[in-house]
């Protein structure tokens, strides 16, 4: 059980726009910023939005990240074939004095 | 270019222990926290522990405190992760990667290595 909450799965079309939420409480998102991780399929995972609305370096303007309150998402507009990978949010938990994330979202491209 | 290199996985029976090390290149290491984040199979990540740049501080996650232990040395750009009475669902992808600024306290994690598998079993 993570103590961020992620939809397990979520799917769209290429050249559809997709939001994947992250859900938490105030002692991680709601006092924190909320980091982004893409893991393609037998890779590492790869930061791709940091600070809740940064992109790292390299990763497109298609991704774009969100927070407010105690949840978070990712978007991905012009979603790509590619862009088909796990994808976990990521926060520091004041409370566990750690960092903490979600179960992660598998994200298809149909 | 910033890499980070894991070794020291491998087979070990419940119980005992094994040290990973993760090497790094290509920035100023003692400038760094870094962290230990584990992967078991066909699950999600889970965050292990982390250390500041010079070492003094030092996090794990309750699921490995007392069993696990995180230190670096500076003057070889390495991080270790000691750990001990393993158990199968220590069973894992080991992750080293390198944090944003010099306390583990509100990082991200970028870059992270390559991963050293981890397989507790008799």
């Known amino acids: 059980q993570s103590v961020l909450t992620q939809p397990p799965s979520a799917s769209g079309t290429p050249g559809q726009r997709v939001i994947m939420s992250c859900s938490g409480s105030?002692?991680?998102?709601?006092?924190?910023?909320v980091n982004w991780y893409q893991q393609l399929p037998g890779t590492a995972p790869k930061l791709v939005i940091y600070?809740?609305?940064k992109w790292s370096s390299g990763v497109p303007d298609r991704f774009s990240g969100s927070k407010s309150g105690t949840s978070a998402s990712l978007a991905i507009s012009g979603l790509q074939s590619e862009d088909e990978a796990d994808y976990y949010c990521a926060a520091w938990d004041d409370s566990l004095n750690g960092p903490v994330f979600g179960g992660g979202t598998k994200l298809t491209v149909l | 270019e910033v890499q980070l290199l894991e070794s020291g996985g491998g087979l070990v029976q419940p119980g005992g222990s094994l040290r990973l090390s993760c090497a790094a290149t290509g920035f100023n290491f003692s400038n760094f926290a870094l962290t230990w984040v584990r992967q078991a199979p066909g699950k999600g990540l889970e965050w292990v522990s982390a250390?500041?740049?010079?070492?003094?501080?030092?996090y794990s996650a309750d699921s490995v405190k007392g069993r696990f232990t995180i230190s670096r040395d500076n003057s070889k750009n390495t991080v270790y992760l000691q750990m001990s009475s393993l158990r199968a669902e220590d069973t894992a992808v080991y992750y080293c990667?390198?944090?944003?600024?010099?306390?583990?306290?509100?990082?991200?994690?970028?870059?992270w290595g390559q991963g050293t598998l981890v397989t507790v079993s008799s």
């Open positions: 105030y002692s991680n998102i709601g006092s924190n910023s």
């Open positions: 990667a390198k944090g944003s600024g010099t306390s583990p306290k509100y990082n991200w994690f970028d870059p």
């Open positions: 250390i500041s740049n010079s070492g003094g501080n030092t």
């Open positions: 600070s809740n609305d």
